[in-house]
């Protein structure tokens, strides 16, 4: 039975990297904007509903107004899934969706109308292409069926997933109903910035091929029985965001009022208390210092930690480096994958990130060591360190892990519980 079309068309992408103030679907080609390609041919699949998701600004719906065209807003812009999301909110819940770019005016009717009936299978169908270059494209990974096993983008590809040559075009289809469900699944805890990144289209909880999350609502039974290192840095985010980008420039030079502002967009009426708190843990610290330690809360690994713990079967040691580095200096305290190469006893090998000094290979030794012992034994415990316990629900030992290293139970313990006292905050 052929079920219901309709089109979602994502055209909020900004003109940046075409280095223009133009919305990057009205420059144009052939005479005409990219949009009005893509709109061509979608109108000639006779769908029943055509929605375009747009940005901020009303340029896009000026040029086309066309009476048969429903708009949807994204703004701020939080990356395709979060668009596709927009969109479904203005279209009828059943049938099939189609999702297309208004900058990529290239695919054919005939191809469209493939990735569509397969879609009416009840299938997720993608539209991919073989490139002689596919740097800076998503590979699709196959399984030795040659289902589709995953999208990985390039810069999280393996070597050999690099090797591959078949993209992701962003096309795809798929019953209005999967979307739904898939989207309801989709977060944006760990992308970008410590959390608050685009909402992607990514892998989900769909009860069949991944049915369940595998640390919620509980640790998960497969490794019960082995023994974790649980972690985090003390500003996970500055990772992400160069002192010296334009976009995130200001967040290194905040000043009192401007920690409020910033802390009160995430955290509402909490921000003085998360500030008072923080303020106890590290009266030294400037208010940019402040904000990046807030802002990455490791909500997620306190939640591991725990439900690990809740199973009884084998244990869990927290960590929290607060180690800094010396690089950029030193804006970035704490960041990101900053005890990597001390776990591996490189830091000679990473100037880059950790800089030089006689002070980072006492630090590589006695981190790497007692990494070491973890992987031989399923203990963290050396001579090299002060004694590690495993972590429980009621001293919440954590190992804080510095050029001198001293073992905290429950540390920031005020902002613990703030944190767990915020509506979904303790998963930031």
Request: glycine share 8%; net charge negative.
């Amino acid at each position: 039975m052929k079920l219901p079309l309709q089109i979602a068309i994502l055209a909020a992408g900004k003109g940046k990297r075409m280095h223009s103030a133009l919305p990057k679907v009205l420059h144009p080609l052939g005479g005409k904007p990219l949009l009005a390609h893509v709109l061509a041919t979608a109108r000639a699949m006779t769908p029943r509903m055509i929605c375009i998701v747009e940005g901020a600004g009303d340029a896009v719906r000026k040029r086309f107004p066309d009476p048969d065209l429903n708009w949807a807003r994204q703004d701020p812009p939080r990356g395709t899934g979060d668009a596709l999301r927009c969109a479904l909110a203005a279209l009828p819940p059943d049938g099939v969706t189609l999702v297309m770019f208004g900058a990529d005016p290239l695919a054919r009717e005939a191809t469209l109308r493939e990735v569509v009936e397969h879609a009416e299978r009840g299938a997720l169908s993608l539209l991919t292409i073989d490139l002689d270059d596919p740097s800076g494209y998503g590979r699709i990974v196959r399984s030795a069926d040659g289902s589709v096993a995953a999208i990985v983008e390039h810069k999280d590809a393996t070597l050999e997933q690099q090797a591959i040559r078949e993209i992701n075009t962003g096309v795809m289809a798929a019953p209005t109903t999967a979307f739904a469900h898939w989207l309801a699944a989709i977060d944006n805890r760990g992308q970008g910035a410590a959390g608050g990144g685009p909402f992607v289209l990514a892998p989900v909880v769909d009860g069949r091929d991944l049915p369940r999350d595998p640390w919620d609502p509980t640790a998960p039974e497969i490794s019960a029985d082995v023994p974790v290192i649980i972690g985090s840095v003390n500003t996970e985010g500055t990772f992400f965001m160069p002192p010296d980008s334009p976009q995130f420039a200001p967040l290194y030079s905040l000043d009192d009022a401007g920690l409020k502002a910033q802390l009160t967009q995430r955290y509402g009426d909490a921000a003085e208390k998360l500030i008072e708190a923080y303020r106890k843990e590290a009266p030294e610290a400037n208010p940019s210092k402040l904000f990046f330690m807030a802002a990455a809360f490791p909500g997620d690994a306190i939640k591991q930690a725990e439900r690990k713990f809740a199973q009884a079967k084998a244990p869990a040691y927290m960590y929290l480096f607060t180690w800094e580095t010396p690089v950029e200096e030193g804006r970035r305290h704490s960041p990101h994958t900053i005890e990597l190469p001390f776990v591996f006893d490189n830091p000679q090998e990473q100037p880059d990130e950790v800089g030089n000094g006689p002070d980072l290979q006492p630090l590589a030794d006695r981190v790497s060591g007692v990494w070491t012992a973890f992987a031989r034994t399923g203990s963290p415990n050396t001579s090299l360190t002060p004694k590690w316990p495993a972590y429980n629900t009621d001293q919440r030992a954590t190992m804080i892990i510095n050029d001198e290293w001293k073992v905290a139970n429950d540390p920031r313990h005020e902002v613990r519980l703030l944190m767990q006292s915020l509506k979904g905050a303790a998963a930031s």
